[in-house]
């Protein structure tokens, strides 16, 4: 599988994961539109390793989809390790997204 094809893949996954679409790249511009389709989320994906100025990108790009919708930013990683695919999945958002997040599960509860 060359690298394109193992990123969409990884995008593909956790749309699945997460009951969403994944939005291919072709037609949008960096940040006008999450990686992944969802009710809930703008979704930003990413996949390979996880560094700090990556988790920064894609925390922008996420709000950056998120912004004139009533989605929250979301961020998930699958890190690459060792050639192993799938093995380590993360979800990140901003504290204020979770605190919002939070306090609209308890209403509706």
Do not use: C
């Not at 560094?51 to 929250?72: C, H, N, P, V, Y």
Request: charge should be negative.
């Amino acid at each position: 599988m060359t690298a394109r094809a193992t990123w969409k893949a990884s995008e593909r996954r956790i749309a699945a994961i997460l009951g969403g679409e994944r939005v291919p790249v072709t037609g949008r511009e960096r940040g006008s539109a999450p990686d992944v389709e969802h009710e809930v989320f703008a979704i930003e994906h990413k996949y390979g390793k996880v560094l700090s100025s990556r988790f920064q990108t894609a925390i922008e790009q996420a709000q950056a989809a998120a912004e004139g919708t009533d989605k929250l930013p979301l961020v998930t990683f699958e890190h690459a390790r060792g050639g192993n695919v799938g093995n380590i999945i993360g979800v990140a958002m901003l504290m204020d997204d979770f605190v919002k997040l939070i306090l609209k599960l308890e209403e509706d509860s």
